[in-house]
């Protein structure tokens, strides 16, 4: 077997590594830097083996005393635990245990600085493939990690790590205790690039703020960091087990497929044979873009091999480390050729669009539905999937938990909790937030308007299961008419929905790359205005309107003032001239302003307090506007505009959201002196 050595190598810190929503995302230019990547990940181990020395303390210190009492001798089986709890946590223990157990374990408890809580762990490393992922295996190897397990070509979907490192049983009986996902998510990969790190727990979630704050601590104070020195390349291309021997023993690479788990998991909530009858009916066409991200590892084997999708149906689905050049993200803007394909967008193809369409991003957990040239609004995913979930899948069939959307979200969900009187949770932006409701059992499917649908079989959002959560309602909705005239279709599916539920219209601007100080401003700005609604509704009923060719402009304070000036302009025009102009130029479809704040969430679970989550202006009716900063971005700022507005009657869904929501677009410009501020006249994306 192989030897490998730990060295401590001195370093400096490096500013800035702050993890965001989802772990460390810069340019590769910039981990490229010595000692950055390293620095992160010691930072991160570091922070994790507080984290379990204090969870440990407190779970066990009753059970110390009581042993002590009645056995010494078990108290030594107890050594390394004890030794860890008292080498590290501030317990009042009798000086005497203390006393004997530093004699006693001293040596077991930091060897040479490595963390105890990480010896014989087995961590799960692996990611969306892109340039610059290869090295982060060697600092686990050093800081006492017994296994790492691999991903083949150190592919692992997001959603696939958090199956793993919840469902896998390694050969030997061992668990997997986290997992660093290398991925920047839907960030562009190659050289210049984005690459990113994040750490997920134990129960296959993202890891909470305290403990990304406490890395983010570390990283300001660093001065070494540990690294296994002399560890060969293992060939990431094989699967298998490769062994080397290090300071602690034992030290195994193991690397394994990357779809087994993730396709039996999948096989255990929806009925494959199903949707397998659905995708081989004549009559139902499929196409898949996996943007050339870690989707392509999946789609093959679940799409084409399981449930007997053409090859042809799948785009892009080779995964490449630069994402053949493309902006990995499943939206109308980026997933050109799909949108395409579908029949929407101006270079729409000839051929007749297949009926489904669905995309993912960089790592596979978001998703874009699409029908024949028709976008399902993440926001109505969520909502839909809600409500057909219990008749269409068989995960959820002995009913909801209850349903759970981020603050941005459309409301649609809720008023889909409301009629199936499901518990519903409004939480802040970054799935984090539902991993806490799942845990306690509160929440069985959430959903975000940034693409991000997902359940409780995992801990992070999942493209693919969006997608056969899609495939299982069509194929319920279908089951006896499959061979009947036409099929239910997915825009058939949503035109009911709305038709039961309302529509909620929605559209979300993207300002990309704004400079950081600007956007700063136009927030503070935003909730400065929040305390004078009188101000705010002046934007909220602004019109410019005509009466018998003459130009007014009119700021006024809400409707009450509008009728008064109704009143006063029809003393000098004729009452038939000023109803005209009423119907013209009054913004009936605005309405007023009733409370405005800053997105605060308590989390029912741990009671844990999220401030300053985004702005929100919400309106009489139900409209709102919601301003917020991107925790995704690598380079300045990027601002995040939600519009939304609910419609009941049956006769005013059908419009085009960009129509419709025109107005408050307008409004929410205004209010926000978007251009001033930014210098931008127009986002950079619209969802
Ligand atoms: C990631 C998180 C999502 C979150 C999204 C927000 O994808 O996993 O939970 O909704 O980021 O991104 P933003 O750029 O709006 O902060
Ligand atoms: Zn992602």
Redesign the pocket.
Known sequence: MVMFKVVRVETKPYDGQKP???GLRKKVKVFMQPHYLENFVQATFNALSAEKVRESADALQKVVYTVYKESLSVLIDLNRFLGLVCQNVDHKFPDNIIVTLRHNLASLVFVDGIALSFLGATLVVSGDGRYYSKEAVQLGAANGVRRIWVGQNSLLSTPAVSAVIRERVGSDGSKASGAFILTA??NPGGPHEDFGIKYNMENGG?APEGITDRIFENTKTIKEYLIAEDLPDVDISAIGITSFSGPEGQFDVDVFDSATDYVKLMKSIFDFESIRKLLSSPKFTFCYDALHGVAGAYAKRIFVEELGAQESSLLNCVPKEDFGGGHPDPNLTYAKELVARMGLGKSSSEVEPPEFGAAADGDA??NMILGKRFFVTPSDSVAIIAANAVQAIPYFSGGLKGVAR?MPTSAALDVVAKHLNLKFFEVP????FFGNLMDAGLCSVCG???F?TGSDHIR??DGIWAVLAWLSILAYRNKDNLNGEKLETVEGIVRQHWATYGRHYYTRYDYENVDAVAAKELMAYLVKLQSDLTEVNKYASHATFKICGAKFSWSVDGRAMALKTHFEVSQFFHIIDLTICLIKGVRSDVSIVVEADEFEYKDPVDGSISKHQGIRYLFEDGSRLVF??????SEGA?I?LYIEQYEKDPTKIGSDSQDALAPLVDVALKLSKMQEFTGRSAPTVIT
Request: no cysteine; hydrophobic share 5%; proline share 4%.
């Open positions: 965001g929503t989802s998510s839907h993202p957990d978001r981020s932006t970054g799935w984090k975000e308007e940034s991000g992070e959002k917020r900063l991107s925790g995704t971005g990027t995040r």
